[in-house]
């Protein structure tokens, strides 16, 4: 079992910036996929951004230049710096751990853009 535990979400203004951090149970150098994703209301959960075991990262075309995905291996801590945010870049926020084939999810964060 994989706990996530999210935090780093809140309200800022349209052209700002939020940090997302992600403590993860357990080694995270040994999940296969870290990431993010996203559910604004009244949409479907999508992904934000991905970063696979060798480093390789994914961006969903809306958010790529502007965010940034990354990992640090010692705090077992996954990270998701977002700037210049857009108020159509509010959601709730989940990170996510792909491990032996299972996925895992952590509770949600949520991001409030303001214009």
């Known amino acids: 079992q994989v706990q996530l535990v999210e935090s780093g979400g809140g309200l800022v203004q349209a052209g700002g910036s939020l940090r997302l951090s992600c403590a993860a149970s357990?080694?995270?150098?040994?999940?296969?996929?870290m990431g993010w994703y996203r559910q604004a209301p009244g949409k479907e959960r999508e992904l934000v951004a991905r970063m696979f075991g060798g480093g390789t990262t994914n961006y969903a075309a809306s958010v790529k230049g502007r965010f940034t995905i990354s990992r640090d291996n010692a705090k077992n801590t996954l990270y998701l710096q977002m700037n210049s945010l857009k108020p159509e870049d509010t959601a709730v926020y989940y990170c996510t751990v792909t491990k032996l084939g299972n996925m895992y999810w952590g509770q949600g964060t949520q991001v409030t853009v303001s214009s």
């Open positions: 357990g080694s995270s150098s040994s999940y296969m996929v």
